[in-house]
């Protein structure tokens, strides 16, 4: 090794981590093993971090023409799969983040760097979704499931009413969670038709005084989603929608709503960090009794650093922001995301009965995709079958069985077409 080499540099440094005999050995495939080793062998180390061929070592975020063979292809609700080369981005800048020499995980909230980070994330996700200024990005913790209690604590003191439309589980448990906070009416419930459909708008009897009509834009285990909104008709009435398993997946008017949160780990980033995005009118009225960590005030003052955030949550946000912009923003995103899910349903009506989804076609969720089998013995074996073909996570949800194909964003169109080959062999095998 020539003495200038930047591996040689980095032997004369003692603080570098090469230089401790507890440093993590690359094997020839990139991962690693905890051995301990002499310094005399460090001049083999300290090297690629990730496999020859893998661009991992590129900063480039651009998409693999072709599926890695290395993966399998995840039909999880969630947490989801992710684009590949987002994972082998925040892989190749896991050790040293853009020359910081540290991880995201180990940076400091407050520090420049995560600041860029964060303030990248969120200009990204206002170019995407074209949020107007009147709304306040935020990333917060906790969960969909907390913003259930935070919106009602926000927006209503405790006698004020709402409406709730309820097209399936996760609108149900929003509804209960508000129980506790303001008086929600339930004006729809799609519970008696095992929530298969979304009503028309017009015969909704909303509350006149109601603070905010609640929806759940996609029905993640029943497979429902909104395809266009109800206009909440209260006087001081807001939309308020639970986008968490289709945000991110086609264009949305903002304008329109009143608060939009979404779970990040479907569509944008792993479990951890929730975005809420609402109208700055709305902040600032929270009940005496919320919570610090539930007022949107305290959040949108502090640019969502009111106290540690999620960072490395946020920073791979950041990255599948940069990559759906890459892809052509969200325009482009809804064109593939109907192709995946035109072939899926069409396999699923086409076959005669043997594969059946329940759910209304006008309200077929692009993003979570249940259905039965006929012969419904026959399911575990469908679900055990796929899975050794590599397609993996297609059981459907423990409250209603069945199967579910979660094919958000990140799934690739390879990943549908292979699901839809095996349905079809499958069937022949079994019709
Ligand atoms: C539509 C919807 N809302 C809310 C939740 C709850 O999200 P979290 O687990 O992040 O609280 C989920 C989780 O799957 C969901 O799919």
């Given at each position: 090794?020539?003495?200038?080499?930047?591996?040689?540099?980095?032997?004369?440094?003692?603080?570098?981590?090469?230089?401790?005999?507890?440093?993590?050995?690359?094997?020839?495939?990139?991962?690693?093993?905890?051995?301990?080793?002499?310094?005399?062998?460090?001049?083999?180390?300290?090297?690629?971090?990730?496999?020859?061929?893998?661009?991992?070592?590129?900063?480039?975020?651009?998409?693999?023409?072709?599926?890695?063979?290395?993966?399998?292809?995840?039909?999880?609700?969630?947490?989801?799969?992710?684009?590949?080369?987002?994972?082998?981005?925040?892989?190749?800048?896991?050790?040293?983040?853009?020359?910081?020499?540290m991880s995201i995980m180990e940076m400091s909230h407050r520090g420049k760097e995560f600041l860029s980070v964060i303030q990248k994330a969120e200009s990204d996700l206002r170019t995407l979704l074209k949020i107007p200024d009147e709304f306040e990005v935020l990333f917060l913790q906790g969960g969909a499931t907390t913003q259930f209690a935070a919106i009602p604590l926000n927006l209503?003191?405790?006698?004020?009413?709402?409406?709730?439309?309820?097209?399936?589980?996760?609108?149900?448990?929003?509804?209960?969670?508000?129980?506790?906070?303001?008086?929600?009416?339930?004006?729809?419930?799609?519970?008696?038709?095992?929530?298969?459909?979304?009503?028309?708008?017009?015969?909704?009897?909303?509350?006149?005084?109601?603070?905010?009509?609640?929806?759940?834009?996609?029905?993640?285990?029943?497979?429902?989603?909104?395809?266009?909104?109800?206009?909440?008709?209260?006087?001081?009435?807001?939309?308020?929608?639970?986008?968490?398993?289709?945000?991110?997946?086609?264009?949305?008017?903002?304008?329109?709503?009143?608060?939009?949160?979404?779970?990040?780990?479907?569509?944008?980033?792993?479990?951890?960090?929730?975005?809420?995005?609402?109208?700055?009118?709305?902040?600032?009225?929270?009940?005496?009794?919320?919570?610090?960590?539930?007022?949107?005030?305290?959040?949108?003052?502090?640019?969502?650093?009111?106290?540690?955030?999620?960072?490395?949550?946020?920073?791979?946000?950041?990255?599948?922001?940069?990559?759906?912009?890459?892809?052509?923003?969200?325009?482009?995103?809804?064109?593939?995301?109907?192709?995946?899910?035109?072939?899926?349903?069409?396999?699923?009506?086409?076959?005669?009965?043997?594969?059946?989804?329940?759910?209304?076609?006008?309200?077929?969720?692009?993003?979570?995709?249940?259905?039965?089998?006929?012969?419904?013995?026959?399911?575990?074996?469908?679900?055990?079958?796929?899975?050794?073909?590599?397609?993996?996570?297609?059981?459907?949800?423990?409250?209603?069985?069945?199967?579910?194909?979660?094919?958000?964003?990140?799934?690739?169109?390879?990943?549908?077409?292979?699901?839809?080959?095996?349905?079809?062999?499958?069937?022949?095998?079994?019709?």
């Amino acid at each position: 090794m020539a003495a200038s080499s930047p591996h040689s540099l980095l032997l004369q440094n003692p603080n570098h981590p090469c230089n401790n005999s507890f440093f993590r050995r690359p094997n020839p495939n990139g991962y690693f093993f905890k051995t301990p080793i002499s310094k005399k062998s460090l001049s083999i180390t300290c090297t690629t971090l990730s496999s020859p061929s893998s661009p991992a070592s590129t900063s480039s975020l651009k998409s693999p023409s072709k599926p890695s063979q290395d993966r399998i292809f995840n039909f999880a609700a969630g947490p989801a799969t992710l684009p590949e080369n987002v994972i082998l981005k925040a892989q190749s800048e896991l050790f040293n983040w853009r020359g910081s020499g540290m991880s995201i995980m180990e940076m400091s909230h407050r520090g420049k760097e995560f600041l860029s980070v964060i303030q990248k994330a969120e200009s990204d996700l206002r170019t995407l979704l074209k949020i107007p200024d009147e709304f306040e990005v935020l990333f917060l913790q906790g969960g969909a499931t907390t913003q259930f209690a935070a919106i009602p604590l926000n927006l209503c003191d405790p006698g004020n009413p709402v409406d709730f439309v309820v097209t399936g589980s996760w609108g149900d448990k929003a509804f209960k969670e508000a129980q506790k906070y303001c008086k929600p009416n339930l004006i729809w419930s799609g519970k008696a038709e095992k929530y298969t459909k979304i009503p028309s708008f017009d015969a909704l009897e909303q509350n006149p005084d109601a603070k905010y009509l609640h929806i759940c834009a996609n029905e993640t285990i029943h497979g429902v989603e909104f395809k266009n909104y109800p206009t909440p008709k209260g006087k001081d009435a807001v939309l308020v929608a639970d986008m968490s398993s289709n945000f991110c997946s086609k264009p949305v008017d903002v304008s329109k709503f009143g608060i939009i949160y979404a779970g990040a780990q479907k569509n944008v980033g792993p479990a951890g960090v929730t975005v809420v995005i609402i109208r700055k009118d709305l902040i600032g009225h929270a009940q005496s009794i919320t919570p610090v960590m539930l007022d949107y005030k305290i959040h949108a003052e502090n640019k969502s650093l009111y106290n540690t955030p999620p960072c490395f949550a946020i920073y791979m946000c950041g990255l599948v922001f940069e990559d759906l912009l890459e892809q052509g923003g969200l325009e482009e995103i809804e064109k593939k995301n109907m192709k995946k899910g035109g072939i899926l349903y069409d396999a699923i009506d086409g076959s005669s009965g043997f594969y059946r989804c329940p759910v209304e076609k006008s309200v077929r969720s692009l993003m979570n995709v249940p259905f039965t089998l006929e012969k419904s013995d026959l399911e575990a074996e469908f679900i055990k079958e796929a899975a050794k073909e590599g397609m993996v996570q297609l059981k459907g949800h423990r409250s209603v069985g069945g199967v579910r194909a979660s094919i958000y964003n990140a799934m690739p169109l390879a990943g549908v077409e292979k699901l839809v080959a095996f349905m079809k062999d499958f069937q022949a095998k079994h019709a």
